[in-house]
Nanobody, 110 residues
């Protein structure tokens, strides 16, 4: 199983980024896929998730700003992040069935 996260980068406050998590060895549409993040000096925290049926859930800190979605044909999960804030700066990881992606760094700074 391999999860490949990508799409991070440097963005100004108020900007947007879309993260992707592509999978091999596992079928995303059959399981819950979650996004986590870990800011410098802090513990890893859950950000959002999408269920097999397509239901989504979000941490309060990102609700109404982030959207998680899935492309079954590409076996990829996305995290659309809008209205980014400096406190969103972190390494973002995707997680599925005990497997972690390698993380992608998001830096929100002017």
């Amino acid at each position: 199983v391999q999860l490949q996260a990508s799409g991070g980068g440097l963005v100004q406050p108020g900007g947007s980024l879309r993260l992707s998590c592509a999978a091999s060895g596992v079928i995303f549409s059959e399981n819950v896929v979650a996004w986590y993040r870990q800011a410098p000096g802090k513990q890893r925290e859950w950000v959002a998730g999408i269920t097999r049926g397509g239901n989504t859930n979000y941490a309060e800190s990102v609700k109404d700003r982030f959207t998680v979605s899935r492309d079954n044909a590409k076996n990829t999960v996305f995290l659309q992040m809008n209205s980014l804030k400096p406190e969103d700066t972190a390494i973002y990881y995707c997680f599925n069935q005990g497997y972690w992606g390698q993380g992608t760094l998001v830096t929100v700074s002017s």
